[in-house]
Every structure is written in structure tokens, then in C-alpha cells.
């Protein structure tokens, strides 16, 4: 698989241009912009939780915000770039210029991560510099993990929706689908997954251990780690989590495993659309 050719590259360039030119962009941009501002003007740089203050603090309610927003936001706009382009007669035109279907694929796939991640990662990062400014003290180790946790879930996330997009007849079956699997996810998370352990009285292991397989669960496992070393917001799962594997394994695998995941659904939606009619 050739990921740097000149066809992905301009596929990647072309969407970018794109993106830039719609308006959902610049409201996804300036909702994460306008809300790091928010939080400076409320001042909650001066409130503290478990011991963080300062840009500690702001980081972790913008990575909880985050979480919230953003799968839902990859997912809806990223099913819509594969089926949307067949539905419209774009990717026949396309595609018969000289441009190879990994080209098309990789490149949408490139250009949307650049479009999505990007403002995500200046307002995180226009926050540090803010702080730095204003003489507060900038947790330099919680920005770069933060930012490597928020790159692995907007890879998770883009890899599957474009899967699904490669794979659906339809935009509305694609915005459909990729609700469902959002709603799925959320709704196991830990609060659901003790409930279910408790009503059918089923190993307690067994079920932190299907938890972990949620992306949503591991990023925000991971993001509880960083400022909460023991993890006791979580209860007792934490002593399953803690005592299986060190904190920093565990960020790692945060990592690690949600860019693993994105890139195994990429990979199956990049060879069904290599080996179907894609017109």
C-alpha cells in the first residue's frame, strides 16, 4: 500500500480546501476556540480539582468536553465523504483522472484527520501559550499526552466512519449507522458496564476487560490517569485497572490501541472499496 503518492496528496489537499470553505468547519473551529476562551474569562484556571489548578485544570474539562463532541462530530462528518462523492457523480469524475483508488481513499482519509484534528490541537495549544503569557504555570507532560490522546480518538473515530462510508449504499444509512454505533459506545461506559456485571452477576474482570475494548473507555481511562493517579473517581474498577498494569502502560495502551483499532477499520474499508464497484 503506496500512502505517499502524489494522487493522495492532492485527494488530501482538494478536501482540505473543501472543508475550509464550509461553514460547519468554522463553527466546529470556533466552538473549541470560543470555549478554551470562556474558560479563561470564567476563571477556571483558579479553581482546582484533585489537586490540579491552573492550566491543569482547564485541560482536564476541555479533554472531558472533547470526548463529548468529538466522536459524534468525526463520525456524522466523516460517513458522508466516500458515499456522499458516489451519490453525487463526484468520484466518477474523479476517479477518471489519473488517480488510484488508495490515492482517493488515504487521501480523504489524510485530509479529513489535518481538518478535524488541527483546530482542536491550536486551541489546546493556544491555551499553553495564553498561559505562558499570563504567568501560569504550563504542564508541558499533560499537553503532549493530552494531544497524543486526541489524535489516537480522532483516528479511531475517522478510521471508522470511513469504513462505514465506504461500506454504506446511502448518506442517510451512514449518518444512521454511525449514530447507533455512537449511542453503543456511550452507553457502555463504566456506569452501564458495573450494572450489567451486577444484575447478571457476571465475573467482575471479564467485564472491566470488555469495557477496555470501547475507545470511549479507554480515552477517558486514559485522560483520568494523568491527573488522577489512583483513579478513584472510577471506584472499584480502578483496582482491577491498577493492579493489572502500571499507570504508565496504561496510558500508553490509551494511545496505542485506539490509533490500532482506526487504522484496522481503515484498512478493511480502504480493501472493500479497492475490490467493489465503487460507482
Known amino acids: 500500500m503506496n500512502f505517499i503518492d502524489k494522487s493522495l496528496i492532492q485527494i488530501a489537499a482538494l478536501d482540505i480546501k473543501q472543508n475550509l470553505r464550509s461553514k460547519s468547519f468554522w463553527a466546529y473551529s470556533i466552538l473549541f476556540g470560543g470555549f478554551v476562551a470562556v474558560m479563561f474569562a470564567l476563571g477556571i484556571t483558579e479553581s482546582q480539582i484533585i489537586g490540579f489548578v491552573g492550566l491543569g485544570r482547564l485541560m482536564v474539562t476541555f479533554m472531558q468536553v472533547s470526548m463529548a463532541i468529538l466522536p459524534i462530530y468525526v463520525l456524522i462528518s466523516t460517513v458522508r465523504s466516500v458515499v456522499g462523492d458516489k451519490e453525487t457523480n463526484v468520484m466518477e469524475y474523479i476517479l477518471s483522472l489519473p488517480i488510484s483508488f488508495n490515492g482517493y481513499f488515504w487521501g480523504k482519509f489524510w485530509g479529513r484527520f489535518i481538518v478535524i484534528y488541527l483546530p482542536v490541537f491550536l486551541a489546546l495549544l493556544g491555551a499553553t501559550f495564553w498561559g505562558a503569557f499570563s504567568n501560569i504555570d504550563v504542564p508541558w ?24 462510508s465506504s461500506k454504506s449504499r446511502s448518506q442517510e444509512i451512514a449518518i444512521g449507522i454511525a449514530f447507533i454505533i455512537w449511542l453503543f459506545l456511550v452507553a457502555f461506559l463504566d456506569l452501564i458496564l458495573m450494572g450489567v456485571m451486577l444484575k447478571m452477576r457476571m465475573n467482575p474482570e471479564l467485564i472491566i476487560g470488555v469495557g477496555m475494548l470501547n475507545p470511549l473507555q479507554v480515552f477517558r481511562t486514559g485522560v483520568l490517569s494523568l491527573f488522577d493517579n489512583k483513579l478513584t473517581v472510577m471506584g472499584p474498577a480502578s483496582y482491577y485497572i491498577l493492579d493489572t498494569v502500571t499507570r504508565e502502560v ?19 474499508g480502504n480493501r472493500h472499496f479497492n475490490r467493489n464497484d465503487v460507482i
Open 250 to 268: 496504561f496510558v500508553a495502551f490509551s494511545i496505542i490501541y485506539p490509533i490500532l483499532l482506526g487504522y484496522l477499520f481503515a484498512f478493511l
Open 141 to 164: 507532560d499533560l499537553f503532549i499526552f493530552y494531544s497524543l490522546l486526541l489524535a489516537s480518538m480522532v483516528f479511531c473515530f475517522l478510521g471508522l466512519g470511513m469504513y462505514i
